[in-house]
C-alpha cells in the first residue's frame, strides 16, 4: 500500500523571508501544494524556535509573524490547500520536545553539525541557550506531530532530519511503531541548496545583512545587484573570468530560463552561452549584473505587488494563522494521545490505569 504523503515545512520569523527562501523551498512549495498525491501539507511560522536565540528581543519575533506570513501568500502559498500555524500556538509540540530529550544526549546534539555551524557563527560559545540545543528535537516534535513523511529542506538542514529519524527509531523501538519516518527532500537545482549572499560569502543571512528580500523595492534590488560580489581577478572586460563560486552566476543558475534570456538579453541563448563568454574574456561584469536585475525583478515584481495588497487586509492575514493554528492543534493532539497511550503515561484516558493498579494491589 502506498503510503499518503504529508508534508511539513516552515521558517523562524526572525524578518521578511529573502530570495534565499524563495528558491530553497518557497518556490517547491508552491508545486507541491498542486501535486495530487499529497494529502496534507503544514507550513509553520516557527516562533518558538527563533525564540530560543532571540529570547531577550522577544517584539522581533512578534513583530515578523505575519511579515512571514505575508511572504508565504504573496508567492502563492494558498490557504484552502495549506494548514498554516505558529509553532508557539500547539502546546502538544511543548510536550513531545520533553519526551523526546529523553532519548537523545547532550553529546549527540554538540555533534550535529547544523547545530555547531550556527553555534559558531552566533559565537555563543559557553553560553548557548539550553533551548538552541535542543533546536533539533524541538523540529523532530514538529515534524512527528503531524505525521509528515516529507520535508522539503536546504542541504545544511539534512543533519536535522538525520537526528529526527534516529528520534523516531528509538522511540518506535521502546514504546511500538507510533511516529513516522520523515524523509528530507532537496532542492532539485542543488545551486538551490544554499544561496550566496550578495557580497559572496557562503550563505544568505539576514544577520549578516547580505539578503535580497522579496519585498525589496526595486531601486533597493537594483543597489544590491549592481553592487554583488563577482570574480575579483575581472578587472577588464576582455579579462577572462571565473564563473564558479561568483554569485551572480550563481544567481543565474538558480532563477534565469531560457525564455529570460530570449527577452532580456537576446545575444545569448542560454546560460551555458553567457557563461562561455564571461569565462574566454570579453564580457564585462555590468552587463550580467544588468541581466541578473532583469530577470529578478521579472520574478519578485508580482511577489511584491501581491504583497502590498495583502498588506491592505492583515485581519484576512491574521484570520488564515488563527484557523490555521486550531486545525493544527486538533491534529497534533491526536498524535500526543497515541505518544502518551504508548509511553503508558495517559492515567486518566478510561480506567485502565486504576483497574491494573487495583490487580497489582490485591496480589500483595
Known sequence: MKMEKIILTGDRPTGRLHVGHYVGSLRRRVELQNELDIKKMYVMIADTQALTDNAKNPSKIR???????????ACGLDP???NFFVQSMIPELCELTMYYMNLVTVARLQRNPTVKSEIQMRDFAATIPSGFLNYPVSQAADITAFKANIIPVGEDQLPMIEQCQEIVAKFNNIYG????????VLPEKSVCNRLPGIDGKAKMSKSLGNCIYLSDEPEELKTKVMSMFTDPKHLRVSDPGEVEGNPVFTYLRAFATDEHFLEFCPDYKNLAEMEEHYTRGGLGDVKVKRFLLAVLESTLKPIRERRKELAKNLDYVYDVL????LQAEEAASKTLAEVRAAMKINYFDGSDFLDEQKVRFSAK
Do not use: F, M, Q
Open 63 to 73: 513583530d515578523n509573524v505575519l511579515e512571514v506570513a505575508l511572504d508565504y501568500l
Open 80 to 82: 484552502k490547500k495549506i
Open 322 to 325: 488563527k484557523t490555521g493554528s
Open 177 to 184: 511503531e507510533v511516529l513516522v519516518n520523515p524523509r528530507a
